[in-house]
Structures are given as structure tokens and as C-alpha cells.
């Protein structure tokens, strides 16, 4: 009997707790479903990378030089250039974002070893033709919703530097040595993918154009720099 008393007492108490909670429009349902969302919200909160603020990357890939072909007609009637005009390239990049989908970006870019090959009668010569540069660039950014991936496109300037060096140039091209240090700022233009990773990382791969670099005619000759790269990043 005590048991039984003991059982009606309690169910009255559940019964009069949802009557107070159904006169305030709320069921008990609704209740769990709202605390299960704010411990969502809160949750992918704490894990979202900051919108804003530092970011450092580090990317390989693959350079191409469209010569000025012109700038580079050197020797007697016999002689023949050729271009080698890709190569491995590498950089260093890091940027602030002012707000989440627009960033200032600052970074160095090697663009490898690349030659002009002449041979002649009197055999072959190399003209070695580095490309670098420093560079500044906006960048902005949309993301493809919650897919974690979002397009960029960055406009800047670069100061460029080309050195060009040659060897064994007076038995195959009939001119001195050369050997020329030469500066520039060139606009730069690129667009990419990018895609966040867990713990702050990211991958990014982008093409980058630099309009031209060097000087007209030699000892440096002009190029138009292009970049292929895929980069790690880190963001603060």
C-alpha cells in the first residue's frame, strides 16, 4: 500500500512539472532540442578558425618563362637559340586578413634556373636566366559555403630581379661574357583554391602571372613569369 501511495505521488509531480511547462508553451522535447543546439553552436564555434588575423605558407611548384624571343637574337646566321623555360619553383608567403574575405599578402617567389641555349658551329653556349622577386598583393576571397573550399583572386606589384649569366658566349656567339644584375616592379596578378584543414592548416593551389621582367635588349632580355604552386598554410 506504502509502495503504491509512493508511485502516485511521483507521478503527480510529473504530471503537475509538464502542466507548468506547457502552460509556458514550452514540451519537454522542445527543451532537450535547444539545449542539443546551443551545444552545437557552441561547439563549432570553439573549433572555427579566426576570421581574421595572421596567416605564413610555404608552396612548391612549377615555373614558366615566355621569353621575348627577339631580345635574345644573338650570333652570326649559323647560330641557333632554344629556351629552357621552365623549372622548379618555390615560395615564401604571409598575409593578414583585414576581414574575412579580404587579406594583404606579402611573399618572395624563386622561379628556378631557367637558360637560353645557343649552339653554332663553334658549339653551344648558356645564357643562365634567374628569376625572383618580392612582392605585395590585396587578396580576396568567397567561400563555397560549408565546404571548406573558397576561390581568391590577388592584385599586386612585384620587385623583380633577373640575373643573367653566360658562358662560353665569345666561341659560340662572337660577344663577351655577361654577366647582369637586373631590377623591376611588375604587376602581378593570380587566383586560386584554397581549402582548410584541421588544427589552423590549409592547402592552396594558385597561378601567378608577372606582366614582365628584365630589360630590353641584352644583357638581361625581357620575359613574361608565370607560377604553378601548391602551398601548405597556417593560420593564427
Same mark, same amino acid.
Not at 206 to 222: F, I
Given at each position: 500500500? +506504502?509502495?503504491?501511495?509512493?508511485?502516485?505521488?511521483?507521478?503527480?509531480?510529473?504530471?503537475?512539472?509538464? &502542466?507548468?511547462?506547457?502552460?509556458?508553451?514550452?514540451?519537454?522535447? %522542445?527543451?532537450?532540442?535547444?539545449?542539443?543546439?546551443?551545444?552545437?553552436? $557552441? &561547439?563549432?564555434?570553439? %573549433?572555427?578558425? &579566426?576570421?581574421?588575423?595572421?596567416?605564413?605558407?610555404?608552396?612548391?611548384? %612549377?615555373?614558366?618563362? $615566355?621569353? *621575348?624571343? $627577339?631580345? /635574345?637574337?644573338?650570333?652570326?646566321?649559323?647560330?641557333?637559340?632554344?629556351?629552357?623555360?621552365? !623549372?622548379?619553383?618555390?615560395?615564401?608567403?604571409?598575409?593578414?586578413?583585414?576581414? @574575412?574575405?579580404?587579406? =594583404?599578402?606579402?611573399?618572395?617567389?624563386?622561379?628556378?634556373?631557367?637558360?637560353?641555349?645557343?649552339?653554332?658551329?663553334?658549339?653551344?653556349?648558356?645564357? +643562365?636566366? *634567374?628569376?625572383?622577386?618580392?612582392?605585395?598583393?590585396? =587578396?580576396?576571397?568567397? @567561400?563555397?559555403?560549408?565546404?571548406? /573550399?573558397?576561390?581568391?583572386?590577388?592584385?599586386? /606589384?612585384?620587385?623583380?630581379?633577373?640575373?643573367?649569366? #653566360?658562358? !662560353? /658566349?665569345? +666561341?659560340?656567339? $662572337?660577344?663577351?661574357?655577361?654577366?647582369?644584375?637586373?631590377? *623591376?616592379?611588375?604587376?602581378?596578378?593570380?587566383?586560386?583554391? %584554397?581549402?582548410?584543414? @584541421?588544427?589552423?592548416?590549409?592547402?592552396?593551389?594558385?597561378?601567378?602571372?608577372?606582366?614582365?621582367?628584365?630589360?630590353? @635588349?641584352?644583357?638581361?632580355?625581357?620575359?613574361?613569369?608565370?607560377?604553378? #604552386?601548391? &602551398?601548405?598554410?597556417?593560420?593564427?
Amino acid at each position: 500500500m +506504502a509502495h503504491r501511495t509512493s508511485t502516485e505521488i511521483g507521478s503527480r509531480t510529473i504530471r503537475n512539472a509538464r &502542466s507548468r511547462l506547457s502552460a509556458a508553451g514550452v514540451s519537454l522535447v %522542445q527543451a532537450a532540442c535547444f539545449a542539443g543546439v546551443l551545444g552545437c553552436t $557552441g &561547439s563549432a564555434l570553439a %573549433q572555427s578558425p &579566426s576570421a581574421t588575423g595572421w596567416y605564413t605558407g610555404f608552396g612548391l611548384g %612549377q615555373s614558366r618563362l $615566355g621569353f *621575348k624571343t $627577339g631580345d /635574345f637574337s644573338i650570333g652570326g646566321a649559323g647560330t641557333v637559340a632554344t629556351f629552357d623555360d621552365s !623549372n622548379t619553383a618555390y615560395r615564401f608567403f604571409a598575409g593578414y586578413r583585414l576581414l @574575412p574575405w579580404l587579406a =594583404v599578402e606579402g611573399g618572395y617567389d624563386n622561379l628556378g634556373n631557367n637558360a637560353v641555349i645557343y649552339t653554332s658551329g663553334g658549339g653551344s653556349a648558356r645564357l +643562365a636566366y *634567374k628569376v625572383d622577386a618580392v612582392k605585395l598583393a590585396g =587578396v580576396g576571397s568567397i @567561400p563555397f559555403g560549408n565546404t571548406g /573550399f573558397s576561390a581568391f583572386g590577388k592584385v599586386g /606589384f612585384g620587385y623583380t630581379r633577373v640575373r643573367a649569366d #653566360s658562358g !662560353n /658566349f665569345p +666561341a659560340v656567339v $662572337g660577344r663577351a661574357e655577361l654577366s647582369e644584375r637586373d631590377w *623591376k616592379i611588375s604587376p602581378v596578378i593570380g587566383a586560386g583554391l %584554397q581549402y582548410q584543414l @584541421p588544427r589552423g592548416l590549409a592547402l592552396r593551389a594558385e597561378y601567378e602571372q608577372y606582366n614582365e621582367v628584365g630589360d630590353s @635588349p641584352l644583357p638581361s632580355g625581357r620575359a613574361r613569369a608565370s607560377l604553378w #604552386s601548391l &602551398s601548405l598554410m597556417y593560420l593564427f
